[in-house]
């Protein structure tokens, strides 16, 4: 009888699984895609009235002086659908002295999933408020909604980031098992 174990340990399987986690990191972490979303965002929620607002940067935790970081919310009304032609206000501080580092005036967005370009230009905490005006609501058309979330820059040369801890580390840390495994198959065989 075979056991989960030794079915995991096969060296098929073991190879298969090398080329899932392979094909996922590079997916995944592709930079060249980053700017396309299909459905909502998933990330920090917080419920204000009828309304979530979910906040889900990329990547999570941007790095100091990287220019491909982007701040993608999604605003849902109870039903868990989007909230269409809303106007969305972004202001970004310095948790440590509360000084404005960035005040994206308000603009139209058609839909409620809407994303931010943004470069931290020092490491540090930092404090995002996302402001939003949703029409046809009697509360919040005039008086925008507020709601802040905390984010953390960090030097890129201090972190490992996902994509290179799966290509560096993981990945050929399952082959070697793999090796190993199918070596030791083998010789209890001979």
Do not use: C
Request: charged residues 15%; proline residues 5%; without cysteine.
């Amino acid at each position: 009888m075979i056991t989960a174990l030794q079915w995991i340990f096969d060296s098929k399987h073991i190879a298969l699984l090398v080329l899932f986690l392979f094909l996922f990191s590079t997916v995944y972490n592709s930079r060249e895609n980053s700017h396309l979303v299909s459905g909502h965002f998933f990330g920090t929620a917080k419920k204000i009235g009828d309304y979530q607002i979910v906040f889900a940067p990329y990547p999570t935790l941007p790095f100091a002086g990287d220019n491909s970081t982007i701040l993608n919310f999604s605003i849902l009304d109870k039903d868990n659908q989007n909230v269409n032609n809303i106007f969305a206000s972004l202001i970004i501080k310095n948790k440590i002295n509360n000084s404005v580092v960035q005040n994206i005036p308000f603009k139209f967005y058609e839909f409620s999933d809407i994303s931010f370009p943004f470069t931290f230009k020092k490491t540090g905490d930092y404090l995002v408020t996302l402001l939003i005006k949703i029409n046809g609501d009697p509360m919040y058309s005039e008086n925008p909604v507020s709601i802040d979330f905390d984010i953390s820059a960090t030097d890129a040369n201090q972190a490992i980031p996902t994509n290179e801890l799966i290509a560096y580390y993981l990945l050929p840390a399952l082959a070697v098992i793999a090796i190993i495994v199918a070596y030791l198959r083998r010789k209890n065989k001979i």
